[in-house]
């Protein structure tokens, strides 16, 4: 059975610490992974990973992908209040002809205390 | 906003109910999903569209019916829910069923009485 295992499901930090969050997965014919940040109700792409070793980074906020390993890692530096938020990882893989079917995670829910 | 819209934005009903959730996107997108989230649950898709043909039904039961009468707007009938079923429902978009680029919109809040 395909899934998306992330942890830990929650965390605690304070500002200006730096975290990092992991999901693993088993999924049939992997194509990509996906990073959400989900602050209220509607989740937000961060980034999508299809290449193994290939980090992505946008501002503090860095991803990386193993898929000989079948894991990410995401990496925020220097957080802020701000970053508190639950952060879901997808993945897609193929399934016959709805090849946009993402498997989600549970989520891991960082809260950044000031 | 984030060019995905769902109305309403909360809605309580009893079980013996029949009303209808709606998303509405103008990003050009051909794509258009429903996800289920539960309280410690991960997002579990419901339903999937492309190009106004449902292409996937994952198991949903009976008392869920979608409706996509064109690529902007895409309904989630009601009716008979049980107590279970109240959980967030998100609506999300991408340019084709092949494409993970999904928008999200804020979901309903759904309580089932």
């Known amino acids: 059975e395909d899934k998306v295992v992330q942890s830990p499901l929650s965390l605690v930090v304070h500002e200006g610490d730096t975290v990092t969050l992991n999901c693993s997965y088993e999924?049939?014919?992997?194509?990509?992974l996906l990073w959400y940040k989900q602050e209220k109700k509607a989740p937000t792409f961060l980034f999508m990973l299809t290449s193994s070793g290939i980090e992505k980074k946008s501002g503090r906020l860095s991803s990386i992908l193993d898929k000989k390993e079948l894991f990410s890692i995401l990496n925020i530096t220097a957080t802020q209040t701000g970053d508190s938020a639950v952060y879901l990882c997808a993945v897609g893989g193929n399934y016959g002809g709805s090849q946009g079917n993402l498997i989600f995670g549970k989520g891991t829910k960082l809260s950044v205390k000031p | 906003e984030t060019g995905v819209t769902q109305t309403p934005r909360h809605l309580v009903m009893g079980m013996t109910n029949k009303k209808s959730l709606k998303c509405e996107q103008h990003?050009?997108?051909?794509?258009m999903y429903w996800y289920k989230q539960s309280a410690k649950k991960p997002l579990e898709l419901m339903f999937v569209?492309?190009?106004?043909?449902?292409?996937e039904n994952n198991s949903v039961p009976s008392r869920f019916s979608p409706e996509c009468p064109n690529s902007s707007h895409l309904f989630l009938h009601l009716h008979t829910l049980q107590p279970e079923d109240s959980a967030l429902y998100l609506c999300a978009s991408s340019y084709s069923a092949a494409n993970y680029g999904y928008t999200f919109g804020s979901g309903t809040r759904l309580t089932v009485v």
């Open positions: 990003l050009g997108h051909n794509a």
């Open positions: 569209y492309s190009l106004e043909e449902r292409v």
């Open positions: 999924v049939t014919n992997f194509r990509s």
